[in-house]
Each structure stands twice: as C-alpha cells, then as structure tokens.
C-alpha cells in the first residue's frame, strides 16, 4: 500500500429531507470535522435559480473547511419517461447545472445505483440478495426495458459534463455485484472517471470488497474506485438495543476504514459514509422499525434537532487521525 491521498467522506442530504434543515449544516460540518472528513456528497437536482443558489451556499460552506464537494444527480425520472426523451431532457439539465455551477463541485456523481430499479425487482438490494438471490453480473437479472433508459440518461448528463465543465471528475455507481449495468453503460457509450460502488456491512460479510476490486481490474483497469456509499447496515439494528446497534456500528466503520486504507490497490481512492444524520421520519411512517432510519452518525428527532452523535463519531475521528498520519509524503 503507497496511497498518497485517501478519501473519507460523509453524505449529507439536501432540505427536502426532514433529518436535514437547511440551518442545520453548519453543525452538520462541524460534526464531519470531528471525524476527519475531507469529502461531502451532497444528493441534489436543481431546477432553477433558488436549487443553484442553495448548492452554492452548501458547496462554500464545504470549500471553507478544505472539504471536497460532490454532487450527487439522483434523478430517476427516466424510468417513468419515453425513451425517446431521456437523453436531450437530461443533457439540458446537466448542462444549466453544470453551466452555473463551475467552480462549486469537485465531482458529479450520475446514474446513482440506476442498476436497482433496472433489475426485475423494484424490491432492492435486501431482496435482491436474500429473495431471489439476484447478483447483477448477468443481462436476464434486469429488465430489459427498464435498464434500457439508463443509458440515455447517463449518456446525456456525462456529455453535458465533459462539454460544459470537462475539469470536473465524473463518477457513476453501482450496488453489491450489479456490475452488468457499468458493464452495460460502457457498450452503450458512456464513459466516466470513477468507478462508484455501494458497498455496506452485509455485503462484506457475504462477499469481499477485494474480490469485486479484482473484477474491476479485469474489466475496467485501473480505473480511479470510489466507495460512495458504505455502513453499517442500518436494518441490523433491528432485535437490538441502541447501544447495542450503536458499538456494532463503530467497531464495524473504523475495521472497514483501515481495511479499505491498507489492503485495496492504490486505485481505490476510499469511501464515504452514509449519513450523517438517523432519519426517524422512516420508522414513523411505517409505523414501527424501519432499517433506513438508523444509518445515521448523529442522532436526532424528526426535524434534525436534539442531536446526539453516536459512539462511530469519536471512534472514527480517531481512526481517520491515526491513518491520515500514515499517508506517504
């Protein structure tokens, strides 16, 4: 291992998420600050001048505390659109965004886990895994229909970028071992920077990382690698006491963060966390436990306030101190 550089990120969500007031991101940063990250990715489409105006004001607030800013493009209105359409609509609005937002992000990230709702169940990754077993390596797990308007979409949005702002790095992910969607995405012309993977605790316990960045290697090279979604997988919490889940979450971010740093190839630029924040709104409205509530750093009521941070965020500020320090000069 001679990595030079090493990224921990956190996602933080936009406002539209209860968890996530736009008031509260100042603290929010402080927060990922005690944790040594360097990187935020922040989910968001805008549309006009107020959603432009809002990045900007989180991306200044990134930038001021030598933090990187990536852009999340989480649009999946393609899949309910005419074929037809999909490319030039998402290329206009790639285009708007990057045009007024140059300067402002470090990496777009398009065509987020794309490779979910394109499979033949629009059940996820749980289901995928332990219901049918789906593994996403072959064309008869998608839905031919549905993985067709991928490519469009991420064809228009990567083409919007490297046109208008061709500085900025690009960066496309997949879940688990779906890797037949980037495989996909690559025969219908798309290309990109970085390789994205979403890669959570239960995926390592049924797999390993390092096989899938051997996969990788064979079919894309040495390809820059992002872990742009990793966790402890918050529906573990389930049959738990907080605390319980709470030390499970810690032991397991900090072990993974060392294991990403010293045993992945130098390709494997490191992960980012997701989230910042629990999102409680989910257990509410399913009227009980619901695992997205609980992936969360910080604890918080519905609205994001009465915060209080896990155990994972001391843990892991000590973790991050001790490898940054190893980093090579």
Known sequence: MSKKEFIV????????????????????????????????NFNFVPVDDAGIAYIKSVADAVH???MKFSLCVDDRTCFEEDIDIIEEKDYKNQKMICENLKGYVDIYEVGPEFDVPAMHTDMGDVYNLTGVKYDGMIPEEYDPVRLAKTAPSVRGRLKAIKETDPQVKTMVAFAWWHTYYVEYLREHGCEWDIMGVDWYSDAEKASSFLDLMEWLKEHFGDMPVLICETNFWGYNYKDKTDEEGDAEQAAWVCEFCE???RDTPDNCMGLIYYEMMDEPCFDEQHGG?????????VKCDRNGGNPEPKPSVKALGETVKKIMSELEV
């Open 289 to 297: 436990f619901h695992g997205e509530a609980h992936f969360g750093f």
């Open 259 to 261: 294991h990403i740093f």
């Open 64 to 66: 001021k505390r030598g």
């Open 9 to 40: 990120g956190m996602n933080i969500h936009n406002c539209g998420y209860p968890s996530y007031p736009a008031d509260t991101l100042e603290r929010n940063l402080d927060y990922c600050e005690q944790m040594g990250i360097n990187l935020i």
